[in-house]
């Protein structure tokens, strides 16, 4: 079983010019998400899931127009893109040691909050992981979604 992180095709050409995905500060605050006002705060992580299909929770955190959208209308308008790592890799941390990482006890409420609305909307805090070190491209499996099914890209 992989981890996949899960993204919007037209943040491709950012990525591959990084050479690598870097962990960013968590978007803690979801109350404020749909009215534009996202609060950055926190561990600075990559976000991964077990989700074959996609993550439900990344259609709150990829917005088009600070509206919320479902992954099957991301991927016909931007296309979506998914890097994945075993499920098994050293590097990442399960549900439960992500929470341990936070800054304090207000980081890691706002973390145990988000999964709770995360599985009113099909998603499963025990199928994410994280990670707080980059990760270059070449070690991560790369696919995207094309007429419903997910596509290897192999690296040059």
């Known amino acids: 079983c992989s981890s996949d ?5 037209d943040f491709l050409d950012e990525i591959l010019n990084c050479g690598e995905l870097r962990p960013t500060a968590d ?14 705060a926190g561990q600075p992580l990559l976000w ?8 439900y929770l990344s ?15 991301l991927a016909s308008a931007h296309g979506a893109i998914r890097f994945g790592l075993p ?4 590097r990442l941390l399960n549900w439960k040691e992500t929470i341990a990482v936070g800054f304090n006890r207000q980081e890691r ?14 998603s ?8 707080t070190v980059p990760i270059p491209l070449t070690q991560l ?7 419903g099914d997910w596509i290897d890209y192999k690296w040059a």
Do not use: C
């Open 109 to 122: 409420r706002s973390r145990e909050k988000v999964a709770k609305k995360a599985a009113r909307n099909r």
């Open 124 to 131: 499963d805090a025990n199928k994410w992981f994280t990670t």
């Open 27 to 40: 978007r803690l605050d979801h109350s404020n998400l749909h009215r534009g006002r996202q609060r950055y």
């Open 5 to 9: 992180l899960y993204t919007r095709m």
């Open 59 to 73: 259609e709150q955190l990829i917005s088009l127009h600070d509206k919320s959208i479902t992954w099957q209308q």
């Open 87 to 90: 499920a098994t890799a050293p």
């Open 48 to 55: 991964f899931s077990a989700n074959q299909q996609w993550e």
């Open 141 to 147: 499996r790369f696919q995207t979604w094309v007429e």
